[in-house]
């Protein structure tokens, strides 16, 4: 609908405006730390050495980096800690079991860090701004002994899911990130949605206009297995990963002029989920990337 109404040019134009204004896609390792790191991975995956020294090795290499470098070498040295050796059958990974061993050990350092009171939970209850929806993750902010504020939310599917499902998915991360934004007055709100080992990460804003944009800024491939690391320990996906850490902790934080985002607010529909067809047309092709 966007597409017949807008064009593709225009819309392409528009998603790289707001990418180009948010995200720094230009942040990445000293060149000395990424080849060792490399070596370090590379060795474990061909069983030249253990898991504990490369986890040692890569835990004293971290400690005196900048921040997001520090936290993403953490990242990787938790999902050395949590990967198995070998991949396992396919189809036979369930959900929990997805993100609790391949997802967490990542995105708990990217997204979460509880010196700074921001906690990523693995929760399937209703968020606190509100709704009958449950997200299957929430980035939530800890005052005192109370979790007050949601900054971020994620949505997980293990592989085989049908295209419908995938993108009901897409729609509750819309309306969870727009509510988000909303009752607590945020610069941006972040969403990532799993399908299987391919993650997506989206940022949304509620622009001068009083538009509300949820746009894609990574999408990633994660590992099977100690054996994908070095595949996945790539140069792209260090510049991604840092990307994604530096605008959460910059840009999804309360609104220095809460009054304008509060002046822009639209209310969500009651039952937007109304809109949303139970029944699957096998003619439509998906819009949404949600291929492995």
Known sequence: MAMSIFGKELLDNLTHTLRTDAVDYNIGLPDAVYLEVSKLITALSMNETTAD????????????????QCRLLRGLAN???????????K???????LWSTFYDPMLSC????????????????????GGQSRPDAVIVEKQQRLFVRSRGYGEAKAEGRSPHDISVDFIRLAVFSKDTIDVHQLDSAIGFQIHGFIITFYLSQLL???VNVMFEI???SFPRSLEGLPAFFNLRNVHLLLAINDVFWRLCVVSSNRAAIANRY?????????????RQDS???PSLRIDQ
């Open 283 to 285: 003619l439509r092709m």
């Open 53 to 68: 020294e490369v986890i040692l090795q890569i835990m004293i290499i971290s400690a005196p980096l900048p921040y997001g």
């Open 266 to 278: 639209r209310s969500t529909p009651s039952n937007w989920q109304d809109f949303v067809d139970n």
């Open 110 to 129: 990217l997204l979460a860090d509880p010196s700074r009171k921001v906690h990523l939970q693995w929760v399937d209850t209703i968020p606190a701004e």
């Open 91 to 97: 189809n036979c990974i369930k959900e929990m079991a």
């Open 218 to 220: 990574a999408r990633i």
């Open 208 to 210: 001068p206009s009083g």
């Open 79 to 89: 999902m050395i800690q949590k990967l198995p050796d070998t991949p396992a059958a």
